[in-house]
């Protein structure tokens, strides 16, 4: 599991937390005035980046979260069905994963192509393609 802690009072908008265990994207982050009796608070909105659900929390902003290390590599499409994925720094890795829910990502890809992917809490995404082999 690759994630880190941080101060909740230093996140921004379209950065990434993790909420119940998902890792999400922040699209809306609201920061409130201390209260007579109480710390200020963070009201966070953010999207699953696997789910597409959407999340919101409310924390202190003085409280840690727990937010994903990103990692961010290249590969190449070596077969669709199943989408096989060969990782070009360490090409002793493959891996099967899902096929992109953007329609428009997805038809771009074809044998040969490669891809951006994200490595993130163990699993992954593809984000675009990089070159058309």
């Known amino acids: 599991m690759s994630s880190k802690v941080v101060g909740v009072g230093t996140l921004k908008e379209g950065s990434y937390i993790i909420i119940d265990g998902e890792p999400c994207k922040i699209v809306s982050l609201e920061k409130s005035k201390p209260g007579k009796h109480g710390a200020a608070k963070a009201r966070i909105v953010a999207i699953g980046l696997f789910d597409g659900v959407k999340r919101s929390i409310i924390k202190p ?22 989408l096989m994925i060969m990782d070009l720094e360490n090409p002793e890795i493959f891996f099967e994963t899902e096929m992109p829910e953007d329609q428009e990502l997805a038809a771009k890809l074809k044998e040969g192509v490669q891809v951006e992917y994200w490595d993130i809490l163990g699993r992954k995404k593809i984000v675009r393609v990089k070159s058309t082999g």
């Open 61 to 82: 902003v003085d409280a840690k979260i727990e937010v994903p290390v990103v990692n961010k590599r290249v590969g190449q499409v070596i077969s669709l069905r199943p």
